[in-house]
């Protein structure tokens, strides 16, 4: 029984993987906030979020996924590369809801592109 909640869960997050893009596994705890995620941020921005939810970083384009005890998945943007010749230059919507604030503008030969 156990192998196959193991399996379920690895195989979900293979399939968030492919959605999402990269991601890693951080730790916000705080003794004040007992089972839930503490995200602190620049200028004083503290994020608090339930066991079971999702929200966006409150600095960086970032999803925090938070599980029990203040363990969370943390999931960064998926960017393929650009085309030759190509770069990313800024990013499209800086405040959006992740993953719209992954959006990046592309510059080819010096011209920006949308």
């Given amino acids: 029984m156990a192998q196959s909640k193991v399996c379920t869960v690895l195989a979900l997050m293979l399939m968030l993987h492919g959605v999402y893009g990269l991601f890693n596994f951080q730790i916000f705890t705080d003794d004040a906030y007992p089972n839930k995620c503490v995200v602190d941020g620049a200028e004083n921005k503290r994020l608090i979020i339930d066991s079971g939810k999702s929200a966006r970083h409150p600095d960086k384009c970032l999803l925090v996924e938070c599980h029990l005890n203040g363990w969370a998945l943390v999931y960064q943007c998926k960017l393929k590369p650009p085309p030759a010749s190509c770069k990313y230059s800024e990013v499209k919507k800086p405040d959006a809801p992740f ?16």
């Fill in 99 to 114: 993953p719209e604030c992954c959006e990046m503008d592309v510059t080819c030969n010096e011209i920006a592109w949308d």
